[in-house]
Nanobody, 116 residues
Framework: QVQLVESGGGLRQAGESLRLSCAAS????????MGWYRQAPGKQRELVAF???????NYGDSVKGRFTISRDNGKNTVYLEMNSLKPEDTAVYYC??????????WGQGTQVTVSS
């Protein structure tokens, strides 16, 4: 089992920044990909960004140029730096990890609220 614990959510005003963290613990299998998804009320969960163990990244179109994902492989931790926040970024943000031979794991989610 792999446990993912998110932290860093909160309330911000539009234009401000916020940093999310997600630490993986438990059975230390190889984590190939770590990423962030988000789900706003009444909407489907969508990809925010992911990063591979080699450092390759991919971003959802709505956050490109504003959000940056990074990863500390030694600490099994992934970060999401969110800049120029918009009210439409309001959602529950979920950490995700793809573990070799084990599948996908999810964190419990952390709320991000951006006021206009």
């Amino acid at each position: 089992q792999v446990q993912l614990v998110e932290s860093g959510g909160g309330l911000r005003q539009a234009g401000e920044s916020l940093r999310l963290s997600c630490a993986a613990s438990g059975s230390m299998f190889s984590i190939n990909v770590m990423g962030w998804y988000r789900q706003a009320p009444g909407k489907q969960r969508e990809l925010v960004a992911f990063i591979t163990s080699g450092g390759s990244t991919n971003y959802g179109d709505s956050v490109k140029g504003r959000f940056t994902i990074s990863r500390d492989n030694g600490k099994n931790t992934v970060y999401l730096e969110m800049n120029s926040l918009k009210p439409e970024d309001t959602a529950v943000y979920y950490c995700n990890a793809l573990v070799a031979g084990k599948g996908a794991y999810w964190g419990q989610g952390t709320q991000v609220t951006v006021s206009s």
